[in-house]
């Protein structure tokens, strides 16, 4: 915490998620946000789909999404129920179960496909995942393509003060325990379980931007007002901490950043500066720059 300021952050808003779609035949995802819409206001963060808790039977066809493009920023798919298997055109790739992270840079320019796994499409069960992406800044935009997988036991598991809960530390620090992603900007990405009936004080950086996605339950934000499943709750950057108080068990994937002051012009899978660098990417790609999937 910060002694200098010493203020809440206020809450700015409770955003709804939008309807549902399918991304592929894998994802049934909510639109949380995207660049188009809270880009500016939510930097870095550039969008964020939920796929709720969603049973698949039993299958023997390949479900999810066959190969794209990326270029500009980072994503990141968060497993919470199923098995994801990434595989891109740097020679990245793997599998990734309930409590696993997988953090890709497309920086200068990626070629991935994104399914489940061939086990979890075989036996079938609940899928629940996230998928956020992380915008990099200009000079970061032609980065080497990378990908780092986190797995559950490599994620610190901080408990929090009063047993209120535990912190998984994904990116970022939780008193003063840090977790494993490697970022180019200061971000903390956090999935936090509280339980019913207690509270919590979060801190945070003061002039960062600060949100989080309710998952499961319903959570108290401020003293003021109240978000359920899927309410994405955002506040000013001014400030250095909030505070959340459970009415029953709750999980919250909360996102924190620096924001990248810079222009935000986007098109599909493409997050560049200018619509000159997206006409660019679609260039590039087109001419196979970005890599092939063997
Ligand atoms: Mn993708």
């Given at each position: ?156 598991n901080v408990p929090l003060p009063d047993e209120a809960g535990t912190v ?6 939780y008193a ?14 956090w999935?936090l379980d509280l339980k019913a009936g207690k509270s919590a004080e979060l ?14 339950g319903?959570v108290k ?22 505070t959340v108080a459970a009415r029953t068990d709750t999980r919250l ?42």
């Amino acid at each position: 915490m910060n002694g200098k300021n010493g203020i809440m952050k206020k809450l700015q808003r409770i955003h709804q998620s939008s309807g549902k779609h399918w991304v592929g035949n894998g994802f049934p995802v909510r639109s949380v946000f995207d660049y188009n819409g809270l880009g500016r206001e939510l930097s870095p963060f550039l969008l964020l789909d939920y796929a709720a808790p969603h049973p698949f039977p039993p299958g023997s066809e390949k479900r999810g999404v066959g190969a794209h493009p990326h270029k500009g920023f980072e994503t990141v798919t968060v497993a919470y129920q199923g098995e994801l298997e990434h595989r891109d055109s740097s020679g990245g790739g793997g599998k990734i179960g309930p409590g696993d992270v997988q953090w890709m840079t497309a920086g200068n320019g990626i070629v991935h496909e994104e399914f489940h796994s061939a086990e979890f499409t075989r036996r079938g069960g609940p899928l629940q995942m996230v998928q956020l992406w992380v915008n990099l800044r200009a000079k970061d935009k032609s980065a080497k393509p990378g990908y780092q997988t986190l797995l559950k036991g490599q994620i610190p598991n901080v408990p929090l003060p009063d047993e209120a809960g535990t912190v998984r530390v994904i990116a970022g620090a939780y008193a003063g325990k840090k977790g494993p992603a490697q970022t180019f900007t200061p971000i903390n990405l956090w999935d936090l379980d509280l339980k019913a009936g207690k509270s919590a004080e979060l801190p945070f950086p003061d002039g960062h931007t600060t949100t989080f996605l309710v998952l499961n339950g319903e959570v108290k934000v401020n003293g003021e007002k109240t978000a359920g499943e899927g309410d994405l709750a955002i506040f000013e950057r001014t400030g250095d901490r909030i505070t959340v108080a459970a009415r029953t068990d709750t999980r919250l994937l909360v996102m924190d950043g620096e924001p990248i002051p810079e222009p935000i012009v986007g098109h599909g899978p493409f997050v560049m500066n200018s619509r000159a660098e997206i006409q660019q990417a679609f260039e590039d790609y087109q001419l196979g720059k970005m890599g092939e999937l063997d």
